[in-house]
């Protein structure tokens, strides 16, 4: 389970509501613990009541809300969105903190807003995501309920979300079937796999204009699914961690083989263009 940089990796937790996203964290840090490889553990939800895992930075320490609520008049996700702006402004520092750590932890392990599109779709989710993976190897975990995607719909729905987040962050990408315990995530593996049996499972369920076009957009994903990589996990019993940080050290000796040198290049590039611009 070693990696291959000198850096800790760093483990983006992405996911829709109710994933089993922080369930996940928790057991993620557990399993490091128990076998003598301690990570670094961030939380950038400022709206969780409570953790299941101790947090080293926590969002909530620095920001409150609430008050950001209060102050700016505004609902509860432009509340936790400005939280997170307000945060990023000293990300900075935290990155300060991990780099202080990084010779004593094995992992940097990353708790993102239960909404996901505050983290994906912000400006402060591309500034923290882009400073962590400019100074360390970077995985994006894609956290997916496993039982709510046995609908072919719901699924193709969640895969088009994970390509997006994939294109947008243009790091390594792991989707992680979450929630074994309760269905296997064999089915979501054929599917990905077999773009008949995917065909064949849409048509029996439903016969409409929507099925047609589920089945189109499947044809479409094939190139992205082979891209991927995916595997089955248990928040819950724990199941799946070995093969879960295999995954993980592969999308670690992609990140420095294919991922460092494209962002190395497109630094050099920005450097240029501004010192072209100052002269």
């Not at 702006?85 to 990084?102: H, S």
């Not at 479409?220 to 595997?231: D, I, T």
Request: charge should be negative; charged fraction near 20%; aromatic fraction near 8%.
């Amino acid at each position: 389970m070693a990696t291959t940089a000198t850096q800790p990796a760093a483990l983006i937790l992405i996911g829709m509501a109710g994933s089993g996203k922080t369930t996940l964290m928790q057991r993620l840090n557990a399993h490091l613990h128990s076998i003598g490889r301690p990570p670094y553990t961030l939380n950038l939800d400022p709206a969780v009541a409570e953790l299941p895992y101790t947090a080293n930075i926590d969002i909530r320490d620095t920001v409150n809300y609430k008050e950001v609520m209060k102050q700016y008049n505004m609902g509860p996700n432009g509340g936790i969105l400005t939280a997170l702006n307000l945060f990023t402004t000293k990300f900075d520092q935290v990155l300060g903190f991990v780099e202080k750590r990084a010779d004593q932890v094995s992992h940097v392990l990353v708790d993102t807003p239960g909404q996901i599109e505050i983290f994906t779709w912000s400006a402060s989710g591309a500034i923290i995501t882009e400073a962590i993976a400019s100074s360390h190897p970077t995985v994006v975990l894609y956290v997916v309920d496993t039982p709510r995607c046995s609908s072919p719909a719901t699924f193709m729905s969640n895969m088009l979300y994970a390509c997006s987040i994939l294109y947008k962050t243009r790091l390594p990408f792991m989707l992680v079937f979450n929630k074994t315990d309760a269905q296997p995530h064999d089915f979501a593996i054929e599917w990905m796999t077999d773009f008949e049996a995917f065909q064949r499972d849409v048509h029996q369920r439903d016969d409409t204009y929507m099925a047609s076009l589920t089945g189109s957009m499947s044809l479409m994903l094939e190139e992205f699914y082979n891209c991927l990589r995916a595997v089955g996990v248990s928040a819950v019993t724990g199941a799946g961690m070995d093969e879960l940080f295999a995954a993980v050290d592969e999308c670690v000796k992609e990140y420095e083989t294919e991922y460092k040198p494209e962002m190395e290049r497109l630094m050099r590039e920005k450097v240029l263009s501004i010192e072209s611009i100052g002269m």
